[in-house]
């Protein structure tokens, strides 16, 4: 019997119209646990590096987290992969909400798509019925308007349902999947699900799920629930609102943005503005928060209702995804009104709520400083609210000059040319990143920033204080309870981490300090991706409910896999592993890793080199980034080495020049 895992995957070709349900390897879940760990197997095993984004064998693999559907609170999370057309490299975004949990009560562990569909179509999965079916009704619709066709359509009001909007039909290299109050965003998957004609995937299930031990597994849950309170309850003193308790409460619960206002960048991630905050400002969003939000609303088994329905001013009720309520506001330098307002519109369409509105805010500072012209922009309204709105439209359309813009700000740069290279300075790998231009290098961030492969900062961060505390009394008042660390040095690290003089940044944390730091918050990132947890319960916040000391026993009483934490972060390894493998064959080298220039002022180069030297080292890969073959064979990995040494990437090591990446060669203009 399988515990917590189904068992079993659908395969879609939507070439030929077939559907299978595939048996799958009890062995792989061991050696990569679910979700991001088998979903980075399947594509290593039959997507090799030529095959581009929107080729009909490029795959798209929706996953629900190995722990997805069983009692523990906040396992919520799809992981949606596939080769991004953004970068060309492994994308795996993922998104809260209902959708995989109901996967897993259908009988599915993942839908697997290839092929592509002549005509515009949905999939229904309702139990052991699952059907293709014709969407072409549904062409050029919203996707929570989709969603709720569908649901009539089917007469199923409780089916979970994941759409694009017109984005995703058009490609635009920023499209979102939609579903419930969540969004897999990053890295155009959306995009690659229009490709194959895909509008949407219904699921409703009925069925178990078998837990392998379940006494045990309650009274874990039962801890974390206990625990979830105790921090509701206590928020941790003498760090920002937003990091003071779990979940994501900044999104609609707390009203106080002073820190992102006054921290990240507004425009095309430009000017900060040092003293926006005031008490005009917090009472004059502070009611169009009130009058807007109509409910705080919760993902799937979860009790923290961090997001929110929203009903602009003569607009349909949606759901706020996370970390979209500012980002069209700062981008527009406009008020709370106008941001919740063009998100409804922005849902709607399916878009990135990172990328777009720097796009946006892009496009017209190229305007503003006569790169792009009146002609290029031919009926824009004048206002400033209006040309947000109006190059949307353009964007999800691609129309006019919408369409370069429709592939980010790096690809769009490239093809304006005339020095619009400039203007896109807020890319990582060739994607939009934070907002934010900051004074001393950080060199734990550095090191989060050239080295994430899920390109959002935010998806590799959390659980150490991102500064230090500045009295000793705190300090000692955050360690005290800090039970969640994975060594005892990291209290001592803290401890020791001053604002200022010998012992602050950047050379301290001192270089091996970063790297374990670093190394701890992806591990944990890794997990969740892997289990499909919530990184607002795991990953992203200071001193979670699950951490690497109760993970391997939720694993082993859930899942019925014996583990432990050395085995677990062997796994870990393994699957962090393989998607680096993943990327690098497509090209990724070390001329890849880096920040944008201008992130922070004051740069160290020398510094950020044995940054990096001691991280590659420090995790088994060579001077360019590439996993050695004593790392490999080490995690069992033989079969990356063979394929590497065959293609004779190991060539590219030491200090000749990295070559250009597949995307470079071909996209170039
Ligand atoms: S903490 Fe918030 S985002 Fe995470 S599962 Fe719960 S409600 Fe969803």
């Given amino acids: 019997m399988r515990y917590a895992e189904i068992g079993y995957n659908l395969e879609v070709d939507l070439t030929l119209g077939s559907i299978e349900r595939v048996e799958t390897d009890p062995r792989d879940t061991e050696l990569y646990l679910g979700g991001l760990g088998t979903n980075a197997k399947i594509l290593w095993d039959r997507v090799p590096s030529e095959v581009e984004p929107f080729s009909p064998d490029n795959l798209l693999i929706f996953s629900a987290g190995l722990l997805c559907g069983t009692p523990a609170t906040g396992c919520n999370r799809t992981i949606v992969s596939t080769i991004s057309p953004q970068t060309e490299l492994m994308a795996f975004s993922m998104m809260g909400g209902f959708w995989a949990p109901e996967l897993k009560y259908a009988g599915y562990d993942k839908v697997i798509f290839r092929g592509k569909s002549p005509d515009l179509v949905y999939l229904w999965i309702h139990n052991d019925t699952v059907e293709i079916r014709d969407a072409s009704h549904l062409k050029g619709k919203g996707a929570t308007e989709t969603a709720e066709l569908i649901r009539e359509e089917l007469k199923e009001p409780k089916a979970q349902v994941a759409a694009i909007g017109l984005a995703g039909e058009n490609r635009v290299y920023f499209a979102s999947i939609e579903q419930g109050r969540s969004s897999a965003s990053r890295l155009g998957i959306g995009a690659v699900m229009g490709d194959k004609g895909i509008k949407a995937i219904a699921v409703r299930g009925t069925k178990d799920i078998n837990v392998a031990r379940p006494a045990e597994f309650m009274e874990l849950c039962n801890e974390v629930l206990e625990y979830i309170k105790f921090r509701n309850e206590n928020p941790i003193p003498g760090v920002m609102t937003i990091l003071q308790g779990l979940g994501s409460p900044q999104e609609m619960k707390v009203h106080d943005e002073k820190w992102h206002t006054e921290n990240f960048m507004w425009g095309n991630a430009r000017v900060r503005r040092k003293e926006f905050w005031n008490e005009e400002v917090a009472k004059a969003w502070m009611e169009t928060l009130e009058t807007m939000r109509t409910r705080l609303i919760s993902c799937y088994n979860c ?367």
């Avoid at 190059?391 to 020095?419: F, H, P, S």
């Avoid at 001053?498 to 602050?504: F, L, T």
């Avoid at 795991?538 to 939720?554: A, D, G, Q, T, V």
């Fill in 303 to 669: 009790p923290m209702t961090c997001g929110a329905t929203i009903t602009p001013p003569g607009l349909p009720t949606f759901m706020m995804k996370c970390f979209s309520k500012l980002t069209y506001t700062m981008a527009a330098f406009s008020d709370l009104e106008f941001g919740l307002g063009i998100a409804q519109s922005a849902t709607e369409y399916g878009v990135d709520g990172f990328s777009t509105p720097q796009v946006m805010a892009f496009a017209l500072e190229l305007y503003e400083n006569g790169i792009l012209t009146d002609d290029d922009f031919p009926g824009m309204p004048s206002d400033n609210e209006g040309r947000f709105y109006w190059l949307l439209d353009r964007i999800v359309r691609r129309e006019g000059i919408g369409d370069a813009l429709a592939n980010g700000t790096y690809w769009a740069a490239k093809q304006i040319g005339k020095g619009a290279e400039e203007y896109a300075h807020n890319t990582i790998k060739k994607h939009e990143q934070l907002p934010l231009k900051l004074s001393m290098l950080n060199p734990i961030y550095f090191l989060m920033y050239a080295t994430g492969e899920k390109i959002n900062i935010t998806q590799i961060e959390g659980q150490f204080p991102q500064a230090p505390f500045p009295t000793m009394e705190e300090r000692e008042a955050f360690v005290k309870d800090w039970f969640q660390v994975p060594d005892e040095k990291f209290k001592q690290i803290l401890l020791d981490w001053e604002p200022r003089g010998e012992k602050s940044m950047p050379y301290y944390p001192t270089v091996q300090m970063c790297c374990d730091i670093v190394d701890w918050q992806e591990k944990m990132h890794y997990i969740d991706d892997a289990l499909g947890m919530c990184a607002g319960l795991s990953s992203f916040p200071l001193k979670p409910p699950y951490h690497i000391h109760n993970y391997p026993k939720f694993i082993s009483s859930g899942a019925g896999i014996e583990m432990d934490e050395d085995k677990l972060t062997q796994a870990i390894k393994r699957y962090r592993t393989l998607v680096r493998a993943i990327n690098i064959r497509r090209g990724m080298r070390r001329k890849d890793e880096k920040p944008p220039e201008d992130h922070w002022k004051k740069r160290f180069p020398e510094l950020e080199k044995e940054l990096l030297d001691t991280y590659y080292k420090f995790k088994g890969w060579n001077n360019e980034g590439i996993p050695t073959k004593e790392s490999l064979y080490e995690l069992g990995l033989d079969y990356v080495f063979e394929d590497f040494d065959k293609r004779g990437i190991y060539s590219d090591n030491g200090a000749a020049p990295s070559k250009e990446t597949l995307a470079e060669q071909e996209k170039e203009v």
